[in-house]
């Protein structure tokens, strides 16, 4: 069998009010965990704990951009809704066109001015829904 894997070049995210975030670097996340619930008893076998899955955290995804504040630009689009904190659709949109769609709010927007290099801005979303995965059609 061949190996397989795709490259993140065309990844795309967009967000309700936001709209296409351009000018991308790199996308980390959604980081999903769950609980674990601790469910020993004096009758565990083998005086081993036993565990059950609980609820999980939908997580946060963070994106790097190069900073836009032009008219058509990202910047104030994504200053407006960090400072609504309302929950917004987001979808990220992968090469192969498989989604991620989900819920979520900005909770974290900064900046990286260098003297000597590009103006970035980081964006972290955090989620208020489990993301929905849609495969490639």
Do not use: C
Not at 28 to 52: C, H, L
């Amino acid at each position: 069998m061949a190996s397989k894997g795709i490259h993140g070049h065309e990844t795309t995210l967009a967000g309700g009010t936001v709209g296409d975030v351009g000018n991308i670097i790199s996308i980390s996340g959604p980081d999903m965990s769950r609980d674990a619930i601790d469910i020993s008893t004096m009758d565990s076998t083998n005086k081993a704990r036993e565990f059950i899955a609980g609820l999980y955290d939908a997580g946060e995804l963070t994106a790097e951009i190069n900073y836009d504040g032009s008219s058509g630009g990202t910047a104030n689009n994504l200053h407006t809704a960090f400072l609504l904190g309302t929950p917004e659709v987001w979808t990220v949109t992968f090469p192969d066109t498989s989604t991620w769609v989900t819920n979520g709010f900005i909770t974290n927007l900064s900046h990286a001015i260098p003297v000597d290099d590009k103006i970035t801005q980081s964006v972290t979303i955090k989620f208020t829904s489990g993301p929905v995965y849609t495969d490639v059609a």
